[in-house]
């Protein structure tokens, strides 16, 4: 028998040289089988594998190089929709947490702007998510309520979850009261005794009053700056983030009243 020419012989032991499409479907199905979990990117350089591998498996360029472009386009397409399903599912998931409020403070306290209104804290927890039309609380004997001295409002407001109940009188400034925290929530500075000036009140503190809602007839007539006395009952502690970046947390009260005290300060 014949043996073919020497050239003929040569070509047939080097096979069908990789290409640049070739390489092009082998480069691209490597990627998308590293990547192809991650949402969306993991589908696009799925499919693309695919494609280029069977355009390569057509054109036999050689045809082992498409066969493992389009599997591994394959895995990376089928990684790809789980991830891009599960992401969206996530994004869709109604369980989402609630922003946490920012409030913007000064070196004397909270000033007057805030990027969103404060919650209303409803008793015995500040802190606790209003989920339907809350009554307004009824009001204890206000003459049970006294004044306490310095000390005693320190101690208070240093644990406040310790002292949730009880009832007394303070005095303060209003630092907060706005269309931010809504018509039945303030920040208050406070202290056991009036000041003459509104930064002797020290004490930062949030009070809510009414149904910490929309009716609160004891907030009605005050604005902020105001020197109120007050008669509140211990709720706990609350805590908010600043618009500064830093995270405080004060006391907060129930108001049952509110007597207006004359300004002092000019």
Known sequence: MDSPPLGERSTARRGTPIGVL?????????????????????VALGV??????IVALVRKRP?????????????????????????IAFLNSPTSARPVPVVSTTAEGPAADTAEALPSPVSPSPQAAVTATPEPPTAPDLSSFGTVDERTLALIAKEPDNNVGQNLIVFGSIS?????????NAL??????QKENSYDYEQNSFATSGDAASTCPVFDPLVQGDHVKLWVTVLGSFSYDTQIGGNTTVPAFQVWQAELLPAQEY
């Open 22 to 42: 070739g390489w092009v479907a082998l480069g691209v199905g490597c990627i998308a089988f590293l990547l192809g979990l991650v949402p969306f990117l993991g």
């Open 48 to 53: 693309a594998a695919v494609v280029l591998g």
């Open 63 to 87: 045809a082992w190089v498409g066969i493992v472009a389009i599997v591994a386009g394959s895995l990376a397409l089928l990684a790809g929709l789980i991830s891009s399903i599960g992401l």
């Open 176 to 184: 907060q009261l706005d269309s931010a925290t809504g018509p039945c």
């Open 188 to 193: 208050i500075s406070i202290a056991n005794d």
